[in-house]
């Protein structure tokens, strides 16, 4: 296992992160997973054992059912507190009062309270944003956090799943402020959904911001269970829950470079593509979710493959954006700056 700095941070993260989502059982989450404290035991051990420092959940998760498994694992297995690195989120519905969600001040301290508790812990590592909420101005959400950091109960601060331009808004009412700042982003990126390199890629090298990429095998899409010639698999997440969306015929392309990859190196097609992302400089961690201690380990082995120059760039290829504006523009405006002059 490598680690990476997250972002402009000085703190280590493991290049693989335990996501929690196929923890618990409530509601609508079960199709994620289900799993029991015996199952969570074992991965998060297992993880740990494998040199996995990083723990990704949030509040929503099975309705904080996730949180107190993790939380309960962490104490059954052992797990030296001052080695691991905690994150979790908020901003999604916990319940149907009028203040149950969003980034109100009010909301923010209620669930870093709750996810305390939950956790079992007297700090979180990471706290995120879990979204972009329109109601609640920045100013209110980012001084909260800032409190919260000061106060000790939080570390780091994050955000997921927000443009561009509210990432970098943000940066600046804390810069502006003198407030703590985000440190990550985590957003979903994988071979199959490459939008992320449009204007996240660039900002987070800008802002030297840590990245994390939430469902790097298209939820399950590019495992290696569904081909073009074949019907969906019975009992896959990606069957019972079509998320994130995919243009699945160049999702079915890119698993049709990958297969003939990972025959040659005598791997999974998952671990190809989690390679490929473990290859761009820009990526902290991968954020990988088990329901099976099969598919843990094989997710693991994905950072001991090197793809070669040839390989990455047949992906590269097999997997590009159409060119969109002012992408392209730029591109060919910035051709005429990027040589020096020479003089004869």
Known sequence: ?????????????????????????QGFWEVMGGLQQTEVDQLVRTSFDRGINFFDTANVYSLGES???????????????????????????????PNGRGQSRFHIFNEVDAS????????????????????????????????????GKIRYIGLCNMAAWQIMKALAVSRQ???????SVQAYYSIAGRDLEREIFPLVEDQKLGLMAWSPL?????????????????????????????????????VDAMTPIA?????????????????????SSIIIGARRMEQLTDNLAACKLVLSETEL?????ISALPQEYPGWMLSFQGQYRAKPPVKE
């Open 177 to 183: 402020h003198g407030w703590s700042e985000f440190a």
């Open 313 to 317: 760039a047949t992906l590269d290829a």
């Open 263 to 283: 025959r040659a190196h005598g791997v999974s097609v998952a671990q190809v593509a989690l390679a490929w992302i473990l290859s761009k400089r820009q990526i």
């Open 67 to 97: 949180e107190k498994l993790l939380g309960q694992a962490i104490k059954n297995t052992g797990l030296p507190r001052d080695e691991i690195v905690v994150a979790t989120k908020s901003t999604g519905i916990m319940n149907e009062s």
């Open 1 to 25: 296992m490598r680690y990476r700095l997250l972002g402009n941070t000085g703190l280590y993260v493991s290049e693989l992160c335990l996501g929690t989502m196929t923890f618990g059982a």
């Open 218 to 254: 298209a939820g399950g899409f590019l495992s290696g269970k569904f081909r073009r010639d074949q019907a969906a698999p019975a009992g896959a997440r990606r069957t019972d829950f079509d998320f994130p969306p995919l243009n699945k015929e160049r999702a079915f392309d890119c």
């Open 116 to 151: 305390l508790r939950r956790l079992q812990l007297d700090h979180i590592d990471l706290y995120q944003l879990h979204g972009f909420d329109p109601l609640t101005p920045f100013e209110e959400s980012l001084s909260a956090l800032n409190d919260l950091v000061k106060s």
